[in-house]
């Protein structure tokens, strides 16, 4: 240690002294990482030629519990790092806690996001505090918002001090001898946990490993006390001299397998290089085609002329050049996948001197349009493939020239900032881009692509989702046009100033002057999780204007396409988000029933779950109202929008890591679309070559062949259980505070897809459809506000059969005339009452309940219920108890059985109510399984012995291999992890 730091030391421990009443612990480290093959390091990888850590993997270099002597008043971590080029994202240099635990909980984690340099943590209640990025901003506390491109970065391939230190609340960060921020968080003390250390790396949601750093750690320091401003400078001053200044040559994951990387299409594939040998001429006839959706095997299939074929497509990465939708087209084209989706944008302007990237600036001025840019983008995908049939995505959002002459139509949010895009209630931008996709739809429609083009998915909103902008800023939306076109809303929906004021419980209000609800009424609470409607009626009211909205732009350019085409050309959105993603309160997502209800939509997409798409996990459908679709004859479109392997700067948690994850979690896509009777697409967004591999693309001409032949054997389900969702009663709750209501929501497909028999996924408004089949169990997720109409239809579908029915935490509990337990009775048959729980309730099961009773878990998630319930019922048989109170119940009713959950249902538990229910069970591991009349598919999480038990006996044809295994009602085989195993059924 220099004398000057020494001296700022003991300097720095006078103070300390003086203001915490505490002796200050000491200066130096108490865990000092640096060079190689440190003995404290475990799993550890190095770069020996730079003498440091080398992080390219999942895999964290970590060190035990009880090497650890962190403070939670005070820390100080610095270290010398250098982040690989192309290491977009975040980027973890040093992560301690436990995010697979409820609530999550992280003691701090340090790194960066896009070269900007974060530090983070949770606090007490898990919600997260610090430096961090938000959307375009990186937030600093209590409310700076600086843009991330305005922030210092670190350098790329080059050596980066880098520290922070966390003194009882107070946060600085440095960047390479300079303070970058200062911050005040809400937070004084972290909360240091009994969990490993990991360097270079750390874990997502549910615990998944990600964010790796794909860079070099030489050294890294940790104190338990926050070092003065002047001696983190003075250690870079000492340190830096050490360090060299020039560009480093860092690996990546790529070494593992340079035999199938190749990112920019040097080498031709195998697949390719037969394909060459005899390219097909173009098969389809001359004319624009009739696409239609027909019925097969009670499901709905797309068929072009009037004939039935595959949907399988591909996509390639939106922002890259021509040349890369050639190569990556023409590995997809010998594949045998001929469908074909791409990206075309009004806007941004693009430098006309740079290189030709994604499709752009296609609407320069008003009434001009750039037919030439998109028609070559177009001819690069015919030319890869003469066989191909195009599904247009053009953008919806509005160019820069639009914007400027148009500001008052841009979304506003609670802080009176303008979004930079549109709001989705405006009228003039709706109005124009309509015409805009009118008049290149009749271009197209006219040119030589037209034989070719075969749907058209307009982008509206964020990333063409839908999402509203300007919600990621605060509550929208607070522009006057909106709030204008809210009142019109409201007149049509009152009609006069009496039934508003009578809604809205407020005598002073007109439809003259009625305003968005304030953003504090907007994030009440009157009754924990749920809204009291004598309160919340304007923000509900809100809410569906703002679903209302999306769906009225949605029907709106529908029918423009429609209007334009030759022929019929199908038309899709993404949409059906509501079961996955939160804030609902702040963007459109809850109108599925009035868009699957339009007869101009033929498809909605969607990608699969971010957040359960590695190997092992349920790769499930974002959109998950797949049985609704079946209902309405609306086809789906999933987006395997894959980080594979190959994406060697992409570590987020959903990236397979290894060639054998890519290939279980390519067959587990193929197998749900397969047994869902549904399409999907292969979609290379991180990169123009990630599924550029012998391995990867032999799998995908594989399936491709397979969903051809296979176009003629029915997808008919098989599912005895049925799962409904109910978008509309999360209108009247607080997606602010959801730590309740989001284990009712997409956390519940990890069990059902579990519990080893087939499902099916609806709408609860789809209860009394016609078509809707009769179930052996219902499994009723989230049914809060269930009207009077409703209830009743419910109780006529199970008692058509005595139908087991599932309920879970407050069914029926919200209502127009008031919260009531009462009318959860009336709902479930089952009487309950209101409490509170307090502190941490014990989980006790009763034995003596029999086999639903000990099914149950040992313990349960620590959720604050706000409110809890309790069964009051002397005719139910009570299964367990939360703090003293009957939290799980069974009763017979005069509609069937009712079983009652409290805490999110496991799949262990469901599994014995669908088989004393009479679910026929295929499988008992635990793995995740699907299936349907013909086809069976079993995806592995641990290794072991796998049976799989069918109806009735029948043949097994392995769809990978074609090996067929003998007729028997019971097929058993050894499996590793994360395996997927496709089996199509042949009854002998």
Request: net charge neutral.
């Amino acid at each position: 240690m220099t004398m000057r730091m020494m001296f700022t030391a003991m300097a720095f421990a006078s103070s300390a002294l003086l203001w915490a009443q505490a002796p200050a612990p000491a200066s130096a480290p108490f865990l000092s990482v640096s060079g190689v093959d440190h003995p404290l390091v475990e799993g550890g990888t190095y770069s020996r030629e730079h003498n440091a850590l080398l992080n390219y993997s999942l895999r964290p270099a970590v060190i035990k519990p009880e090497a650890l002597a962190f403070r939670a008043e005070e820390l100080t971590i610095a270290t010398w790092v250098a982040p690989r080029s192309g290491a977009g994202g975040y980027r973890m240099v040093a992560y301690k806690g436990d995010r697979s635990r409820d609530p999550q909980a992280v003691d701090f984690k340090f790194g960066f996001c896009d070269q900007v340099p974060e530090f983070g943590f949770m606090d007490a209640a898990g919600s997260w505090d610090g430096i961090l990025r938000n959307y375009d901003d990186l937030l600093i506390p209590p409310d700076t918002r600086i843009p991330m491109k305005d922030f210092p970065k670190a350098k790329a391939d080059r050596w980066n001090f880098l520290a922070v230190t966390f003194n009882r609340g107070e946060l600085k960060m440095f960047l390479n001898g300079e303070r970058v921020a200062l911050a005040k968080t809400k937070t004084t003390a972290l909360t240091i946990q009994d969990t490993p250390l990991w360097l270079g790396c750390s874990e997502g949601a549910g615990g998944l490993k990600g964010y790796n750093l794909l860079g070099l750690i030489h050294r890294i320091d940790f104190f338990n006390t926050a070092l003065p401003e002047d001696a983190i400078l003075a250690r870079w001053q000492e340190q830096r001299p050490a360090y060299s200044t020039e560009k480093l040559s860092i690996p990546g994951p790529e070494i593992n397998f340079l035999d199938e990387y190749d990112p920019d299409f040097k080498k031709k594939l195998k697949i390719v290089e037969e394909y060459e040998k005899a390219i097909p001429a173009s098969s389809l006839p001359d004319h624009s085609p009739e696409m239609t959706v027909i019925e097969f095997g009670g499901v709905p299939v797309l068929a072009r002329d009037g004939i039935r074929e595959s949907g399988m497509c591909m996509m390639p990465q939106y922002s890259s050049g021509d040349d890369a939708v050639f190569n990556a087209g023409r590995d997809f084209a010998a594949a045998g996948v001929n469908y074909f989706s791409d990206i075309y944008y009004t806007w941004p302007a693009q430098d006309p001197k740079g290189p030709q990237m994604r499709c752009a600036n296609l609407w320069p001025a008003p009434g001009q349009y750039d037919f030439a840019r998109l028609e070559a983008r177009l001819q690069a995908a015919v030319d890869a493939n003469p066989n191909i049939r195009m599904l247009l995505r053009i953008k919806m959002d509005m160019p820069e020239w639009w914007l400027k002459e148009h500001p008052e139509e841009l979304a506003v949010d609670e802080h009176g900032n303008r979004s930079n895009q549109v709001t989705l209630s405006s009228e003039r931008w709706l109005k124009d881009i309509c015409q805009v996709h009118g008049d290149f739809i009749r271009h197209l429609e006219k040119s030589r692509f037209a034989k070719h083009i075969v749907g058209y998915v307009p982008g509206g909103g964020h990333a063409s989702e839908w999402f509203w902008y300007g919600r990621e800023q605060g509550f929208i939306d607070y522009s006057e046009g909106h709030a204008q076109r809210f009142r019109a809303w409201l007149k049509e929906r009152y009609r006069t100033d009496d039934a508003l004021r009578q809604a809205w419980n407020d005598p002073a209000v007109s439809l003259a002057t009625a305003a968005v609800p304030s953003p504090a009424l907007r994030q009440a609470s009157e009754d924990g999780v749920f809204r009291d409607l004598a309160v919340a009626r304007p923000v509900v009211d809100h809410r569906m204007f703002l679903n209302f909205a999306t769906t009225r732009a949605q029907a709106a350019i529908a029918r423009a396409i429609r209007a334009n085409t030759a022929a019929r050309k199908l038309v899709g959105f993404f949409y059906g988000y509501s079961m996955y993603v939160g804030g609902l309160d702040n963007m459109g997502f809850q109108n599925m029933d009035v868009s699957i209800a339009n007869p101009d939509i033929d498809f909605f997409c969607s990608p699969f779950s971010y957040e359960r798409r590695r190997g092992g996990q349920e790769g499930d459908f974002i959109s998950s109202f797949t049985a609704s679709l079946r209902l309405h004859g609306k086809l789906y479109w999933d987006e395997v929008d894959l980080r594979t392997h190959l994406a060697v700067n992409n570590m987020d948690t959903h990236k397979t890591e290894t060639p054998d994850e890519t290939d279980a979690v390519l067959w587990r896509s193929y197998g749900n679309s397969l047994i869902y009777g549904t399409n999907l697409w292969w979609f290379l967004i991180i990169h123009r070559a990630v599924f550029h591999s012998d391995r990867i693309m032999t799998a995908i001409q594989r399936m491709a062949k397979l969903d051809a032949e296979l176009l003629d054997v029915p997808k008919t389900p098989a599912a005895e259980i049925a799962v409904m969702r109910d978008e509309k009663s999360f209108y009247y709750s607080n997606s602010n505070q959801d730590d309740v209501i989001r284990h009712y929501k997409a956390s519940m497909d990890k069990e059902f897809a579990r519990v080893g028999a087939p499902y099916d996924n609806y709408l609860l408004s789809d209860i009394d459809h016609p078509r809707m089949p009769d179930y052996k169990v219902y499994i009723f997720m989230n049914a809060f506000h269930v009207p009077p109409a409703l209830r009743a239809a419910i109780q006529r579908k199970l008692s058509r059969n005595q139908a087991t029915a599932v309920w879970m935490y407050a069914p029926g509990y919200v209502s127009d005339e008031g919260n009531s337990t009462d009318h959860m009775r009336a709902l479930t048959g089952i009487s309950f009452a209101k409490y509170q729980l307090e502190g941490k309730p014990a989980w006790e099961k009763n034995a003596s309940a029999g086999v639903l009773a000990t099914s149950l878990p040992d313990v349960v998630s620590a959720i604050k219920y706000k409110p809890a319930f309790a069964v009051a019922d002397g005719d139910a048989t009570v299964l367990a108890s939360l703090g003293g109170k009957p939290a799980a119940a069974v009763k017979t009713t005069p509609w069937g059985r009712a079983v009652y959950l409290l805490p999110p249902a496991k799949a262990a538990f469901l599994r014995e109510v669908c088989r004393s229910a009479g679910v026929h069970i295929y499988s008992e591991t635990g793995d995740i399984l699907r299936a349907n009349q013909n086809f069976v598919m079993l995806h592995t999480d641990k290794p072991g012995l796998k049976t799989i038990t069918l109806p009735r006996p029948a043949q097994l044809r392995d769809l990978q291999t074609d090996a067929v295994r003998p007729a028997s009602a019971s097929h058993s085989f050894d499996l590793a992890e994360q395996k997927t195993a496709l089996f199509q059924i042949i009854a002998p």
